[in-house]
């Protein structure tokens, strides 16, 4: 088995401020993601890599950036936070492949103030 | 594009009631299809996943089975346990070239009351 370690798990910023949240996995999986989960709407994909050093953007790219330096980390950075981003973001990881299955963190909710 | 609809937001039941959450997919070809379970707390869990027509996928007492016909994959469970109580998302897996992605529904409340 293996586990997903995010921090922080709560983070408050100011509206404007850059945000960097982080994203540890032990099961030396290929694949990572980061997810943005809102009330009522679901799972929406920001960007996800399937290697060290490769990024690929998803549905909901704009306002943040990704970086995969090492296979077992991925970050993300909210580039200027804004008010309607409270949330949680999730991050997740799986091997390479179709249809394998997504083991994800406990998140972490962002309030911007 | 690709997509899932889950028509309740929430459903609350009794202990021992019959479960179904609806999810129907809109997507081209044979996706494969999935559940996952959120309990508080914590992040969704992987439940099961069928990928061919008429494909049955369980665990842990919930089943649902693929059908092209109508476009769903609806879950199911013969009797709920108040342990059952979490936010399930029906979600359809990504056949292009983002392999492992997934498209998610906007989830389903389960509440089980004692």
């Known amino acids: 088995g293996g586990i997903i370690t995010q921090t922080p798990k709560f983070l408050i910023g100011q509206e404007g401020q850059k945000l960097t949240l982080k994203c540890q996995q032990n099961f030396n999986h290929d694949t990572m993601y980061w997810y943005r989960q809102d009330s009522g709407k679901g799972l929406r994909l920001i960007y996800y890599?399937?290697?060290?050093?490769?990024?690929q953007k998803g549905d909901l790219s704009e306002g943040y950036d990704a970086s995969r330096e090492k296979k077992s980390s991925f970050s993300l950075t909210v580039t200027s936070a804004q008010k309607n981003e409270m949330a949680v973001f999730l991050c997740?990881?799986?091997?390479?492949?179709?249809?394998?299955?997504?083991?994800f963190g406990k998140g972490t909710r962002l309030t911007v103030v | 594009g690709d997509s899932v609809t889950q028509t309740e937001g929430q459903v609350a039941l009794s202990e021992e009631d019959f479960l179904t959450i609806h999810c129907n997919y809109s997507a081209s070809g044979y996706p494969a299809l999935f559940w996952y379970v959120q309990y508080p707390g914590e992040g969704p869990q992987f439940l099961f996943r069928?990928?061919?027509?008429?494909e049955k996928g369980s665990s842990r007492g919930f089943e649902a089975t693929y059908d092209k016909g109508t476009t769903s994959f609806h879950l199911r469970k013969a009797s709920v346990q108040e342990s059952d109580s979490a936010v399930y998302y029906c979600?359809?897996?990504?056949?292009?070239?983002?392999?492992?992605?997934?498209?998610f529904g906007a989830g389903t409340q389960l509440i089980v009351i004692p």
């Open positions: 069928a990928s061919r027509d008429k």
């Open positions: 979600a359809l897996g990504d056949r292009g070239s983002a392999l492992g992605r997934l498209h």
């Open positions: 890599s399937i290697t060290e050093n490769d990024l």
């Open positions: 997740a990881s799986s091997t390479w492949g179709q249809n394998t299955e997504v083991f």
